[in-house]
T-cell receptor, first 118, second 112 residues
């Protein structure tokens, strides 16, 4: 079974530029998550989709971050304009999350995109 | 607001040693608790998920316990190997399928 795919793996941009990240979840997974992980910290949720609807975006800086999940499959996270403090690893995860069981609750993570803002 | 703390922040042990990683959480009304492993430059790999009704879960040399009333979980690694070197993170969701609140992780180094 293929895992969660993300691209690019690395991105270096200057502040005030824009950047986009792409995620392809595990086939059949209804729920998709974007997390931000700053060096030395645990991941923090930015946005959660259930199919193509937003479930939780309470921690998304909406003045500069946006995300979409068209057709309930792939997702794109965009930052415009980027700030120095956006330097982090952006992790995409997916889960079945249709019913209450360990198999469906487990979140599977992609390799992440490491963003450096200069 | 749920807060998750992991102690120690870093741990270095010789190969073969048994070790315990600690995780504590402030709100005991958790749905489950998950342990992950993160290798440098990589994403997170799920190790164990303990439902709130369970006391422990085992997978190979790993054993995770959960004590909801005291707000604690431990990850026990038996007979550690250099390949176990990684950062270990614990996380709890608010409800089934919801966002995870993570600790800051324990960076483990197992020396040959």
């Amino acid at each position: 079974e293929a895992g969660v795919a993300q691209s690019p793996r690395y991105k270096i941009i200057e502040k005030r530029q824009s950047v986009a990240f792409w995620c392809n979840p595990i086939s059949g997974h209804a729920t998709l998550y974007w997390y931000q992980q700053i060096l030395g910290q645990g991941p923090k949720l930015l946005i959660q989709f259930q199919n193509n609807g937003v479930v939780d975006d309470s921690q998304l800086p909406k003045d500069r971050f946006s995300a979409e999940r068209l057709k309930g499959v792939d997702s794109t996270l965009k930052i415009q304009p980027a700030k120095l403090e956006d330097s982090a690893v952006y992790l995409c995860a997916s889960s079945l999350a249709r019913s209450s069981s360990p198999d469906t609750d487990t979140q599977y993570f992609g390799p992440g995109t490491r963003l450096t803002v200069l | 607001k749920q807060e998750v703390t992991q102690i120690p922040a870093a741990l270095s042990v010789p190969e073969g040693e048994n070790l315990v990683l600690n995780c504590s959480f402030t709100d005991s009304a958790i749905y489950n608790l998950q342990w992950f492993r993160q290798d440098p430059g990589k994403g997170l790999t799920s190790l164990l998920l303990i439902q709130s009704s369970q006391r422990e879960q085992t997978s190979g040399r790993l054993n995770a316990s959960l004590d909801k009333s005291s707000g604690r979980s431990t990850l026990y690694i038996a007979a550690s190997q250099p390949g176990d070197s990684a950062t270990y993170l614990c996380a709890v969701p608010e409800t089934s399928g919801s966002r995870l609140t993570f600790g800051e992780g324990t960076q483990l180094t197992v020396n040959p």
